[in-house]
């Protein structure tokens, strides 16, 4: 079946580590999509890809990076840069093409990042 | 940028119907979608609007006014299941993104 998937489902991060954040995909999607989800809060949205070679930042972009050298793959780093990190990331892809509004993101079953 | 509020919390009876709110400002406008994410899990997409009107979808209901950027989810016949966090969330004019609400919680109860 197609789908998003994300590894690994917990992370523990020491003091000063950088840890990478897997996001897969084989729904044939242009653009994938990075989230970090604080308790009782909404979506922020860190980066986004819309196609291969080529990502924005997002709203909180600060101490994450990315690539996105395959069409399939998008992983995030959270470096030591991020002060912050303990949360919920969610992964999304979107199919359709940027001029194609109607279509919903596809969210992973994310990973839940803590601090050691 | 869009700035998007949705209450906090809402509680409702089983079988009853629950209309969620979504007021949202905005610098540019090319959609509405609502999602439904339980507790530790992933979102998943319920309806989209994009023109004013209302969209029926089975159990769930939604509706867009664009000119007072505003917008309801309805949920009718309230299952113990559809306790859940409900995310409003507007899709930026060319830009291929969305922005979130913080999500409205809602708790059926027997």
């Known amino acids: 079946d197609g789908g998003i998937t994300q590894s690994p489902k917990y992370l523990f991060r020491k003091e000063g580590q950088n840890v990478t954040l897997s996001c897969e995909q084989n729904l044939n999607h242009d653009a994938m999509y990075w989230y970090r989800q604080d308790p009782g809060q909404g979506l922020r949205l860190i980066y986004y890809s819309q196609i291969v070679n080529d990502f924005q930042k997002g709203d909180i972009a600060e101490g994450y990076s990315v690539s996105r050298e395959k069409k399939e793959s998008f992983p995030l780093t959270v470096t030591s840069a991020q002060k912050n990190p303990t949360a919920f990331y969610l992964c999304a892809s979107k199919g359709g093409g940027p001029l194609n509004s109607n279509q919903p993101q596809h969210f992973g079953d994310g990973t839940r990042l803590s601090i050691l | 940028g869009q700035n998007i509020d949705q209450p906090t919390e809402m509680t409702a009876t089983e079988g009853a119907i629950v209309q969620i709110n979504c007021t949202y400002q905005?610098?540019?406008?090319?959609?509405l979608f609502w999602y439904q994410q339980h507790a530790g899990e992933a979102p998943t997409f319920l309806s989209y609007?994009?023109?004013?009107g209302l969209e029926e979808k089975g159990r769930f209901s939604s509706f867009l006014s664009r000119s007072k950027g505003y917008s309801y989810l309805l949920l009718k016949e309230l299952q113990m299941k559809d306790s859940a966090s409900y995310l409003c969330a507007v899709r930026d004019r060319g830009a291929g993104k969305s922005t979130f609400g913080d999500g409205t919680t809602l708790t059926v109860k027997p």
């Open positions: 609007n994009v023109l004013d």
């Open positions: 905005t610098s540019g406008f090319n959609g």
